[in-house]
């Protein structure tokens, strides 16, 4: 099993479409997939799906409720959200810092039950930038996979994330550049990052029209699907 | 007369030089003894100063991967430590969070270490306050602090 951890240094760069797409696309691809929203200060999966849940990846990581309890089907893959109410969002707000390493042996424990149960990827959302959280949601995966947008780049920001975090994490990181528009900038984030671009996904205005709806599902032949297909595919041939 | 006969003095002087030879024997006896109970002291002194001296040898390794200001926050075990450890102990920290508790055996399993390697980087864990150890028969089970 692999578990793609997917992050950014800055909010709003498409990590859930992101997410969400990768999801289904691997399962297209006949892989028995999982993804996790480890958000807990922004949770939007839940409004993007337009789904329900009785159980929340809130109370698999601080509570120890088993991880099938949280799993919702979709689209042939299964999902366990993050507790959007604000209630919640202050109780795991208000956790002490120690709280966190219980909470990411949970998740490893969870991860542990779905390897067993025979998944091949786990694909964690994670919140963005610097946080226990984070830290968390990235020591407990194989792959990262960096989104940036190509219109909004914090270099410096993202070099020292990566240093601080993923470096001494020792984590295998892929820079995947979204909303592109011009496709000079590449080879400049990958000299200045020294990281690969793993995909470059296309700008698309059509996107937030389908909130509610798996995009690359719903448009197969749309440049940004076809974007995150062969994405898909990349990641599957990396073993 | 007498002289190839004992006399008074004679007796009181055999008497009184077995008397001394029994003397000299308790003393060499008492002597044996003392010298026992030197030799276990000694001993006991340098079984001592033994885990002094491993006890400072930790001390030393801790100084040398941790700042003074870490060693403060080390009481307090959450995600940062991840970042502050060396890549070896950080390896055996991540498999002893996936268990409630585990043996040494248990975590070389996963790690594919050795099981006395693992039992070496478990114990520093406990002695850097990051893990805590019980014993319960012949096996000793670790813990997340």
């Not at chain 1, 604000?86 to 542990?112: C, D, F, H, Q």
Request: proline fraction near 2%; glycine fraction near 6%.
């Amino acid at each position: 099993m692999k578990t793609l951890a997917i992050h950014s240094y800055k909010g709003g760069t498409g990590k859930t479409f992101l997410a969400i797409n990768l999801a289904a696309q691997l399962v297209e691809l006949g892989k028995e997939t999982v993804l996790l929203e480890l958000d807990f200060d922004a949770p939007s999966l839940k409004t993007t799906l337009g789904i329900e849940a009785e159980k929340w990846t809130n109370d698999v990581l601080i509570r120890g409720v088993n991880i099938e309890e949280a799993l919702v089907s979709i689209n042939n893959f299964k999902v366990a959200l993050s507790n959007p109410s604000i209630e919640e969002i202050n109780k795991v707000a208000s956790l002490r810092k120690t709280e966190y390493m219980r909470v990411l042996g949970r998740l490893l424990r969870a991860l542990k039950k779905l390897e067993r149960e025979g998944i091949d990827y786990v694909i964690i959302d994670t919140s963005p930038g610097v946080s226990l959280m984070t830290i968390n949601s990235i020591a407990a995966s194989d792959v990262v996979l960096l989104v940036m947008r190509e219109d909004d780049i914090d270099i410096s920001g993202t070099k020292n994330m990566i240093e601080g975090i993923y470096d001494v994490l020792g984590k295998e990181v892929y820079i995947v550049l979204n909303r592109v528009l011009r496709k000079e900038n590449k080879e400049k984030i990958e000299r200045e990052l020294n990281i690969e671009v793993i995909s470059e996904i296309r700008c698309s205005c059509d996107v937030p029209l389908w909130k509610g709806k798996i995009f690359s599902i719903e448009n197969r032949d749309h440049p940004v699907s076809v974007g995150i297909r062969e994405l898909s595919e990349k990641l599957i041939s990396l073993g | 007369m007498g002289e190839d006969h004992l006399g008074v003095n004679d007796v009181r002087d055999e008497y009184n030089l077995r008397k001394l030879i029994e003397l000299n024997n308790r003393i060499v006896n008492l002597l044996v003894d003392i010298h026992k109970k030197v030799e276990e002291i000694s001993e006991l002194v340098e079984a001592e100063f033994k885990t002094l001296n491993m006890q400072m040898e930790t001390i030393n390794e801790i100084k040398e991967l941790f700042s003074k200001d870490e060693m403060n926050t080390l009481k307090e075990l959450d995600p940062t430590v991840l970042l502050s450890l060396p890549d070896y102990l950080r390896k055996t920290l991540m498999e002893l969070s996936k268990h409630e508790e585990a043996t040494a055996e248990t975590v070389s399993r996963n790690t594919g270490r050795s099981r006395a390697i693992e039992s070496l980087y478990l114990n520093q864990l406990c002695r850097m306050g990051l893990a805590r150890k019980k014993r319960v028969g012949k096996r000793v089970y670790f813990s997340l602090r």
